[in-house]
């Protein structure tokens, strides 16, 4: 597995990814609003907004297996992290967590002290791996497409959650270097996590 910086020439596996990833869930818009919104050309696109876009591409597939996005927002203390997605096959792998972990190294260089994104309320894996992590849901929610989004927030100044791998101590330092290498299962082994990480 390798995980580097996205360019807009991986915009079209990038919407692969998503569309192959929409599928799981019927009625749920993410491949229409992905592609509405900013992944068309995702390298340009993010390095404009002060942030990055990052992929992890898996070798035996011969493909993308995942993308995380961070954007700078109006408050100079704060990004927002978008588009993370992982192929069902790679999830549970570390893939998710590498791909985390590049965009808060990017926030806390960038001097950022929080780190803000959106989940749909239906994607309930998703949710769980934020606050595993050590993101807490705010209050409120926002229309999305046909559903609905939840808020969530990261203190970069505070401690990680035990055993997340978002610890300074960890990938903080140098996350695109895992001890072991990362490798994602067959896409017709036995273990399929439901929903996206977004």
Excluded at 30 to 55: E, M, N
Aim: net charge positive; with cysteine; glycine share 12%.
């Amino acid at each position: 597995m390798k995980v580097r910086d996205g360019t807009d020439a991986d915009g079209g596996q990038v919407a692969g990814l998503v569309h192959h990833i929409s599928g799981e869930f019927a009625g749920c818009d993410l491949f229409d609003r992905a592609l509405r919104d900013d992944l068309r050309a995702p390298g340009s696109t993010f390095a404009a907004l002060r942030g990055g876009f990052w992929v992890a591409e898996d070798d035996r597939a011969g493909g993308l297996a995942g993308c995380v996005a961070l954007a700078a927002t109006d408050r100079p203390d704060t990004f927002e992290l978008r588009h993370l997605y992982v192929l069902p096959q790679c999830r549970g792998t570390g893939v998710a967590v590498r791909l985390l972990a590049l965009a808060v190294r990017h926030a806390r260089e960038a001097g950022a002290h929080r780190i803000e994104l959106w989940a749909d309320t239906r994607l309930r894996s998703g949710q769980r791996f934020w606050e595993r992590h050590g993101f807490v849901r705010l209050p409120g929610t926002r229309p999305a497409g046909n559903g609905e989004e939840v808020r969530y927030a990261l203190m970069l100044d505070r401690a990680c959650p035990p055993g997340s791998a978002l610890s300074p101590s960890r990938s903080w330092r140098n996350p695109s270097a895992p001890a072991a290498p990362l490798r994602c299962r067959a896409s017709h082994g036995p273990r399929r996590r439901p929903g996206p990480l977004h």
